[in-house]
């Protein structure tokens, strides 16, 4: 395998089992008829992946936790918004943070319960709030306003809602400016560090006994752990200051959010939740002496490496003297690698008309996708197996904001997604996920039941 697979000798026993799990799915799927001339493109989810990171999570909270500690880890929805994921992830000890109607939609329709069940976006309705308050949610308040909308729906009530304050320690921003959430200008949370803002959180809660979570996340992809540790250690340093002054224990749960990075680069899993929960345990020993439950909230590292995303290569062509692959993935399911690509590689793999690994020697070229502007590209300029038509190229690491993240620009259809199992009696299981999206599905949604909606309107108006 060549280089562009990451394939590299110092991965480990599981990840090189991940590997080969991977390069079996596509070559069932090839095989089952899943990917092929007239469905090009599928999305692929390791279903044994998902559940060893799921329980990588559990032991490595476990590990730093006394016996007893109530800790709760939610998975952002927003990563993997999908359905069977989300079930898949429950039965695996693993709740959902949910950040919109619609995700919150889709975990209860994946059977998470309310009390594990995180409700944390930054603009949240009325509505939305009084439904997450009457069914139990935890909800954490982004800003005072907020606040003040929730103390009117607990005025003379009590809710089984945990309720808590979002912070922002503003301890600093990450190498991807769009999800460093701990700038000092960030758009979530009170603003610790501004002028009055500590005092006025600390208030907040002296006032309102039933305020017992305090939240924060700081940021995503991009921000050292050490950062990280900071945001959580300024986090705690707050919960320890407002039970000091309320003279109990009133903050009994902190939710450090999630943001654990993830090695884009070769198939190794760097860093580990283990880690992390190490290097906060290093440096918020506080934390983990059993006084405080604790709530998380992985999205990406959870996911990410159990995903691909396998087109097919339509054509291959050449242009001023560089080999282009043009195939069925592009911006539609990798939105933010074809925008900025720079801070968003995806590895590529080639795989033959079989979906077996390709050999041979590496060419420099271009994978580009079916989209109608020049920049559609998932990479440019990568040494690989040289990518023929017929061919398949893949795009590892996907299983997070990736193909579930669908990009509706060309009317390109979401793809179908598809959970696999190897080492059955029959080779590779396949289940369906997600369905293809049909055309007629395209149509509808764009607005086919309303065809002279705006002829007629034109004819009225006159
Ligand atoms: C996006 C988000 C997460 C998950 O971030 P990852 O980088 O995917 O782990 C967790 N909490 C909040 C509040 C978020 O906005």
Redesign the pocket.
Known sequence: MGEGTGRSGDVGGTEEQRAARRDEAVRAAVEQGLLGPDTPIVGLLDVAGIRESAAALRSAFDAVTPPGTPVLHAF?V??TPLVPVLRLLHEEGVGA?V?SPGELALARAAGVPPERTVL?SPAKTPGELREALALGIAVNADNPQELARIDALMAGRTSGSPLGIRVNPQVGGGSIEA?S?AAATSK?GVALRDEGAREWVVRAYLDRPWLTRLHA?TG??GIPLTLMAEGVAETYALAEEINERAGRRQVDTLDI????PVNFSSDETTPTHAEYARALRDAVPGLFDGRYGLVT?????LLAKHGTVVARVEYAKSAGGRPVAVTHAGVQVATRTVYAPGAWPLRIAAYDGKGLPKAGAEVVQDVAGPACFAGDLLATGRALPLLEQGDYAAALDTG??YFAHHYAYNSLARPGVYGFVTGGPEGVGFATVREPQAVEEIVAEAGGAHVDALTSARREAR
């Open positions: 952002a927003k990563a943070e950040a944390d999800l959430t979530f996340h995503s992809q959010g999630g943001g654990l909230e992985f999205g990406r590292s997070a904001y």
